[in-house]
T-cell receptor
Framework: ETGVTQTPRHLVMGMTNKKSLKCEQH?????MYWYKQSAKKPLELMFV???????ENNSVPSRFSPECPNSSHLFLHLHTLQPEDSALYLC??????????????FGPGTRLTVL | AQSVTQLGSHVSVSEGALVLLRCNYS??????LFWYVQYPNQGLQLLLK??????LVKGINGFEAEFKKSETSFHLTKPSAHMSDAAEYFC???????????FGQGTRLTINP
């Protein structure tokens, strides 16, 4: 595997379900990100992790719970979601805050539908 | 706070014609600027980036962009469009490395045969 991978690619869940999205980066990076991409809206940064520590939470509702067990893996745990949470969830990684000319590289995304 | 405005949510050009996608930014400090492309059902792929070196930046797939500070612009161009260029293009700005990217609304590029 190369780059940034995300599983599953598609997920349909009910409002009472609990599910998790997984992201893995194979680039040796130290920073990982979750973004939400909704129709007709710009990409929204949700969370930033640097060296496994959360450094940014962009006022995300608590029904979204991130987890970063190591610099290569990032999870997004979902529970009691709302239909308006349906979107494409993108993971990204980068070298980290002290890298010169740091650049984010994105995974293919998970298309989430909440019924 | 930074912001990005992409003029035109949808641009349509003929195959072989010039592609011009417009991006204007607002930033209180020297910006880092990026163009990403998103093909259907895929994530974002980096096309090119400006990080205060040369003002004319060349990217992949024949695209380039020019940073114009006086116009606060970073427009994306390609001399000759190809059918495979059909996708959505996003301009993004950051003023603290790339940790806090602010994206524009995106421009959907359609190529007519």
């Amino acid at each position: 595997e190369t780059g940034v991978t995300q599983t599953p690619r598609h997920l349909v869940m009910g409002m009472t379900n609990k599910k998790s999205l997984k992201c893995e980066q194979h680039l040796g990076h130290n920073a990982m990100y979750w973004y939400k991409q909704s129709a007709k809206k710009p990409l929204e940064l949700m969370f930033v992790y640097n060296f496994k520590e959360q450094t940014e939470n962009n006022s995300v509702p608590s029904r979204f719970s991130p987890e970063c067990p190591n610099s290569s893996h990032l999870f997004l745990h979902l529970h009691t979601l709302q239909p308006e949470d349906s979107a494409l969830y993108l993971c990204a990684s980068s070298q980290g805050p002290w890298a010169e000319q740091d650049t984010q590289y994105f995974g293919p995304g998970t298309r989430l539908t909440v019924l | 706070a930074q912001s990005v405005t992409q003029l035109g949510s949808h641009v349509s050009v003929s195959e072989g014609a010039l592609v011009l996608l417009r991006c204007n930014y607002s930033s209180s400090v020297p910006p880092y600027l990026f163009w990403y492309v998103q093909y259907p059902n895929q994530g974002l792929q980096l096309l090119l980036k400006y990080t205060s070196a040369a003002t004319l930046v060349k990217g992949i797939n024949g695209f380039e962009a020019e940073f114009k500070k006086s116009e606060t612009s970073f427009h994306l161009t390609k001399p000759s469009a190809h059918m495979s260029d059909a996708a959505e293009y996003f301009c993004a700005v950051s003023d603290q490395g790339a940790q806090k990217l602010v994206f524009g609304q995106g421009t959907r590029l359609t190529i007519n045969p």
